[in-house]
């Protein structure tokens, strides 16, 4: 398995810590709105790389957080005359929504900043202790001369950064590029610290986190390309002086979403929320896994409206392919997978997966197995072949996040298909068309 870490800027073997487990993070939303387009990216991509371990037989331990103590929502809930724990609750529910409609898994851990307020200053508090950061007024500060690495990940030098930063003087900072770490403050959610009454500023939230689930350097962190630096940056900061480590053996960032080449943005008017898309939203996860995660997607409305057309027929073709078995009474549980045609496809699929999760070739595998699907319904063929066939098409949509529904056919609907096909053999066409007409309408046929 290849995964290209963003902290080498390689394309790396990947190797757990613990054979067996994977542990991944990736930092979550802000919950002051609904999320957009953009950030289904990662929602999709970590999903499914999740999802890959998992079938391949690792226990992964996925965490991803909620920032619930922001200006923002402290701005929403002024606006809205609701207090903040409101404000933020009704948007974690609305995520968790979206997170379900694009096909992705809601099982997982889901640290907030508000229950996680003593172990990060806790944290905050330990690297005042050693130095690496300093207090001014109740304000906190890392202390970036003393991380020797920074800028690595982002590759940026650290000279160019403190001429890009000066702009930004803050008179009570040693340097330009010190960040927050705890801001003193009388307004919104607040709490009691050694510094001041005031709350953490976003960049601890993840590493005091990762600290207390883990406890140690994990294999995986993921987020948007956006995130890069500072916030990333930041995060390996902290984590190199407080516990030793970057954070994660492997950064994986995923590209970003634009709409005809601009980027979204509130303020361009254009920005999508994945709640106002129309159709099913399994379309557009195809259409995100159909670019590599790393690569720039560009969004359109017509792009989405023809990935949801292929949904739509990819599904029907295997919900047709498993009631077809399903009303022989040839369906099996498990299929042992020896035809050379297929199981060539799912090595080609793997391989993909294997490759940094090429999902794009991952999805021509898919479609090359649904041709010989296609091939299959054709003419009568073998059930031990189809069974195989509807296997693999199960192994790789399930990885996708793309499980097809497959309702087994009840008594009614079994009698349906008798009656239909003793009417035609008959000869009795308006009865045939009557049955015909009913099981469009169950959407059998
Ligand atoms: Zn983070």
Same mark, same amino acid.
């Given at each position: 398995m290849k995964i290209f870490n963003s902290y080498t800027n390689a394309l790396e073997t990947f190797v757990p810590r613990h054979p067996g487990v994977v542990s991944m993070y990736v930092c979550g939303p802000t919950v002051y709105n609904y999320i957009h387009i953009g950030n289904a990216r990662p929602v999709v991509i970590f999903d499914t790389v999740r999802r890959y371990f998992t079938a391949k037989g690792n226990r992964v331990q996925f965490v991803s957080n909620f920032t619930d103590v922001d200006d923002k929502i402290i701005a929403k809930a002024k606006e809205q005359g609701k207090d903040e724990a409101t404000v933020s609750q009704f948007y974690i529910d609305a995520f968790l929504h979206d997170v379900e409609a694009l096909?992705?898994?809601?099982d997982y851990i889901q640290p907030r900043v508000t229950r996680y307020a003593d172990k990060i200053i806790d944290y905050i508090a330990d690297l005042v202790k050693t130095g690496d950061a300093y207090e001014i007024d109740g304000d906190v500060y890392f +202390?970036?001369?003393? &991380? #020797?690495?920074?800028g690595r990940l982002s590759n940026r030098k650290l000279d160019d950064l403190i001429s890009g930063a000066r702009?930004?003087?803050?008179?009570?900072?040693?340097?330009? %590029?010190d960040f927050t770490l705890w801001k003193k403050t009388a307004e919104g959610l607040r709490w009691d610290s050694p510094f001041s009454v005031g709350r953490p500023g976003w960049h601890t939230e993840c590493v005091a986190m990762i600290d207390d689930i883990f406890g140690e350097e994990i294999d995986i962190h993921g987020g948007g *390309?956006?995130? *890069?630096?500072?916030h990333h940056e930041n995060e390996i900061a902290q984590a190199c002086a407080h516990? $030793? $480590? +970057?954070? #994660? +053996?492997y950064w994986m960032h995923n590209g970003r979403l634009d709409i005809g080449g601009e980027k979204m943005s509130k303020s361009l008017g254009n920005d999508i929320k994945v709640k106002d %898309?129309?159709?099913? %939203?399994r379309g557009f996860r195809l259409y995100l896994l #159909? @670019? $590599?995660?790393r690569a720039p997607l560009s969004f359109s409305l017509e792009n989405l409206e023809s990935y949801q057309k292929d949904w739509s027929r990819d599904e029907k073709t295997v919900q047709t392919l498993f009631r077809t078995l399903d009303r022989n009474r @040839?369906? @099996?549980? $498990? #299929?042992? %997978? &020896?035809d050379p045609e297929i199981a060539a496809t799912l090595t080609q699929f793997d391989e993909a997966m294997e490759n940094d999760f090429n999902t794009p070739n991952a999805l021509t595998a898919f479609n090359a197995l649904l041709k010989i699907i296609n091939n299959l319904l054709r003419r009568p063929s073998e059930p031990t072949v189809m069974n195989q066939a509807l296997e693999a098409a199960r192994y790789m949509l399930g990885i996708l996040g793309l499980e097809p529904v497959l309702k087994p056919l009840d008594d009614e609907d079994r009698a349906l298909f008798v009656s239909w096909e003793d009417a035609r053999k008959t000869k009795d066409f308006a009865a045939a068309d009557r049955f015909r007409a009913e099981l469009v309408r169950r959407d059998l046929i």
């Open positions: 096909g992705s898994s809601v +202390r970036v001369s003393k &991380s #020797a690495d920074y702009v930004e003087v803050n008179e009570k900072k040693e340097s330009p %590029l *390309m956006d995130l *890069m630096f500072p516990d $030793h $480590h +970057r954070v #994660a +053996r %898309l129309e159709g099913d %939203l #159909a @670019t $590599h995660y @040839t369906l @099996t549980v $498990h #299929a042992v %997978l &020896s």
